[in-house]
Nanobody
């Protein structure tokens, strides 16, 4: 059973940085892609970024390019999201997700989800 556990969220000011972590367990992820989604109050869940676990191919949504960086530690089975230059519009619940296969943007294609970690950016 795949389990994803996020951590690292918090309340920060605009311009600050945060690093989210997602501890993954339950299987080997060599043929998987893992990613980050977010959902702000009253809005639909949106794709942020994802990475092919082996090979490291990434795909970012335009609004976070140059500010967010996804990475993973294969030995620790941990996914990271380094978020710099945070903006109030980045405020959301951030979810870690996993799917078998290549990176895609559609959340419906991800079979496994964490419980989320809240990121709040004040202006």
């Amino acid at each position: 059973q795949v389990q994803l556990v996020e951590s690292g969220g918090g309340l920060v000011q605009a311009g600050d940085s945060l690093r989210l972590s997602c501890a993954a367990s339950g299987r080997t992820f060599s043929t998987y892609s893992l990613g980050w989604f977010r959902q702000a109050p009253g809005k639909e869940r949106e794709f942020v970024v994802a990475i092919r676990w082996v090979g490291g191919i990434t795909y970012y949504t335009d609004s976070v390019k140059g500010r967010f960086t996804i990475s993973r530690d294969i030995a620790k089975n941990t996914l990271y999201l380094q978020m710099n230059s945070l903006k109030p519009e980045d405020t959301a619940m951030y979810y870690c997700a996993a799917r078998a296969g290549y990176v895609v943007k559609a959340d419906s294609e991800y079979a496994y989800w964490g419980q989320g970690t809240q990121v709040t950016v004040s202006s």
